[in-house]
């Protein structure tokens, strides 16, 4: 396979369209960090809430371990303090949950923000750029072989652009319908053009 034409223009169109690709993979990839970093701040309310939570469990186990050793009443007195500290736990709970779910969030937008306008470009980009390496390929490998130039010469017939084909010498058809070497040169080139490759020497 050929990825790139021999022809200045079209090679430097096909660069450029590459180069586009890659420029709008890099745009899009810089916008989804700088959504997923938004996003994240969200967390920090949840990060707060753990926080405090933790600090609350903490507090009043230690005020329950506190109370435990007075005696008689003890276990009466941590009892309190032991439900706070759980509902302390509890409420570190819900901060982390709130977190990981930023976490997913802002995981989940960077990731689409990335693969919709990427993929949605590439989708199209990866066809054509594919088609052109196979036809090129073949195309180049038909000029080691003389006869098949008279394959390129029948696809120029059958789909060049008329007034391209206006432009040929006259009676150019007639000469290749009798198997005129010329003819058939003049006809390969217009499709090898067509390809960005050059005319086999003569």
Same mark, same amino acid.
């Given at each position: 396979? %050929?990825? /790139?034409?021999?022809?200045?223009?079209?090679?430097?169109?096909?660069?450029?369209?590459?180069?586009?690709?890659?420029?709008?993979?890099?745009?899009?990839?810089?916008?989804?960090?700088?959504?997923?970093?938004?996003?994240?701040?969200?967390?920090?309310?949840?990060?707060?809430?753990? &926080?405090?939570?933790?600090?609350?469990?903490?507090?009043?186990?230690?005020?329950?371990?506190?109370?435990? &050793?007075?005696?008689?009443?003890? &276990?009466?007195?941590?009892?309190?303090?032991?439900?706070?500290?759980?509902?302390?736990?509890?409420? #570190? #709970?819900?901060?982390?949950?709130?977190? &990981?779910?930023?976490?997913?969030?802002?995981?989940?937008?960077?990731?689409?923000?990335?693969?919709?306008?990427?993929?949605?470009?590439?989708? %199209?980009?990866?066809?054509?750029?594919?088609? /052109?390496?196979?036809?090129?390929?073949?195309?180049?490998?038909?000029?080691?072989?003389?006869?098949?130039?008279?394959?390129?010469?029948?696809?120029?017939?059958?789909?060049?652009?008329?007034?391209?084909?206006?432009?040929?010498?006259?009676?150019? #058809?007639?000469?290749?319908?009798?198997?005129?070497?010329?003819?058939?040169?003049?006809?390969?080139?217009?499709?090898?053009? %067509?390809?960005?490759?050059?005319?086999?020497?003569?």
């Amino acid at each position: 396979m %050929r990825f /790139y034409a021999e022809q200045p223009a079209l090679r430097s169109r096909q660069l450029a369209a590459d180069a586009g690709v890659l420029l709008w993979t890099v745009f899009w990839v810089l916008v989804a960090r700088v959504v997923h970093g938004a996003v994240l701040v969200l967390a920090e309310p949840g990060r707060a809430v753990e &926080d405090l939570g933790r600090s609350v469990a903490g507090s009043m186990g230690s005020a329950a371990e506190a109370a435990e &050793d007075v005696p008689v009443v003890g &276990d009466e007195l941590a009892a309190p303090f032991e439900a706070l500290a759980g509902a302390g736990g509890s409420v #570190g #709970g819900a901060g982390r949950s709130a977190q &990981d779910a930023v976490d997913t969030l802002a995981l989940v937008l960077a990731v689409v923000l990335v693969l919709l306008p990427v993929g949605w470009l590439v989708s %199209r980009w990866l066809p054509w750029r594919l088609r /052109y390496a196979r036809e090129a390929g073949a195309a180049q490998g038909m000029l080691t072989t003389p006869g098949d130039l008279e394959i390129l010469a029948a696809r120029a017939l059958a789909t060049a652009p008329l007034p391209e084909l206006a432009t040929l010498p006259d009676g150019t #058809g007639a000469a290749w319908r009798r198997g005129d070497p010329t003819a058939v040169r003049a006809l390969a080139a217009v499709e090898l053009a %067509r390809l960005g490759l050059r005319p086999p020497p003569r």
